[in-house]
């Protein structure tokens, strides 16, 4: 019998690789025998992120465009055609069922190649607002999986399906794990815990935040689990000497935090907000101005709109961070509003169902 063979591109971002490796683990329950290549930009987190999940890798010479004049944007010509050579000679070599890209510098040339072979591709669209990468890959794609609705806008809408994001699986049932959290990660369990999510390289802004607000928040009784990301942990790290202060570069049991976690302030990425969707903690979403689009305000603003989370524009927080925190935890109908709206928008069945987009191409 044939073994099944996939490709999966994605990274540059946290947001870009998890989506990925749970699309591989689920293809991997389907078809047990199958083959996974991942394919990255060679100087990138996910040369290190897919080994540890235990599947291979191979990297293009690959970047992005800067918005202002760069040596590296004189030489992405170069790097792309580099990228799109190579992608050629793995897809000549490996010979894939189907190609599937979750965004990141390297999907671009490689799902090209793929679509020039005639290999059936699939788009696997995180954001409320699209990148340019992926608008141009959506004309010869098959299948186009979307998080959120109305994004016919961009993309040819009979190949779209409204799937979701692939979130950890781990985080689906986080409500029986809050004594084990609590014991894991050794706070106090007569004190509301704050999490705070900069995402996987962390965010100078909040971070600033929380330095400037620590003392206010202690003083409001609540316990502060501040991930701070891990270019900036040691300039915050001494904060762990606070009482009820605990600054970490990056979290090892995500579903343990979020069980534990009583209030949420985190930013707005695609795969942030679709987990924090399944956990349904009381939310302020702190989008990043500083992305393409500013997608990160229109992902925040999709569960905003519905009376699901709060948000605070980063040019607002000096003003407004007091006010709107302190309504927040003092407030139980507002935070019982919140958990129960959020949760109305998560989509647990997610990685199955773009998986089965996938299976579609196949038989």
Request: one cysteine or more; proline letters at 4%.
């Amino acid at each position: 019998m044939k073994k099944n063979k996939f490709i999966l591109s994605g990274g540059g971002t946290g947001g870009h690789i998890y989506p990925a490796i749970a699309i591989a683990n689920e293809l991997k329950l389907r078809f047990p025998n199958c083959e996974i290549l991942f394919v990255g930009a060679q100087d990138k987190m996910e040369m290190q992120k897919v080994p540890q999940a235990g599947y291979k890798i191979q990297g293009l010479w690959i970047s992005g465009l800067q918005r202002k004049f760069t040596f590296s944007n004189a030489m992405f010509p170069i790097k792309l055609m580099s990228s799109l050579w190579k992608s050629r000679k793995i897809i000549k070599n490996f010979k894939p069922d189907v190609v599937i890209g979750t965004g990141g510098f390297a999907s671009g040339p490689l799902l090209q190649v793929a679509n020039s072979f005639g290999i059936p591709t699939v788009i696997q669209e995180q954001n409320s607002y699209p990148g340019i990468t992926n608008k141009l890959l959506s004309k010869k794609a098959n299948a186009i999986c979307v998080a959120y609705e109305n994004l016919d806008r961009f993309f040819p809408k009979s190949k779209m399906t409204f799937t979701g994001n692939p979130v950890r699986q781990d985080v689906l049932d986080i409500h029986s794990k809050r004594s084990e959290a609590i014991s894991y990660f050794n706070l106090d369990d007569n004190k509301k815990t704050l999490l705070v999510l900069g995402g996987s390289l962390g965010s100078r802004r909040i971070n600033q935040l929380i330095e400037k607000e620590l003392d206010f928040l202690i003083a409001n009784d609540v316990q502060v689990f501040w991930q701070c990301g891990k270019f900036y942990y040691e300039e915050y790290k001494h904060f762990s000497e606070k009482e009820n202060v605990q600054v970490v570069s990056f979290i090892d049991r995500m579903d343990l935090i979020y069980a534990a976690a009583d209030f949420v302030i985190s930013r707005a990425g695609a795969s942030s907000v679709s987990e924090l969707c399944l956990v349904g903690k009381p939310t302020i979403f702190i989008p990043s101005p500083n992305v393409a689009e500013d997608h990160q305000t229109k992902n925040a603003n999709a569960i905003v709109d519905k009376n699901g989370a709060l948000l605070i524009k980063e040019s607002e927080l000096d003003e407004k961070f007091e006010t709107i925190f302190n309504q927040l935890i003092h407030d139980d109908n507002l935070q019982n509003k919140l958990s129960e709206n959020i949760k109305k928008l998560a989509k647990p069945n997610a990685t199955k169902d773009i998986v089965e987009e996938i299976i579609k191409l196949i038989q």
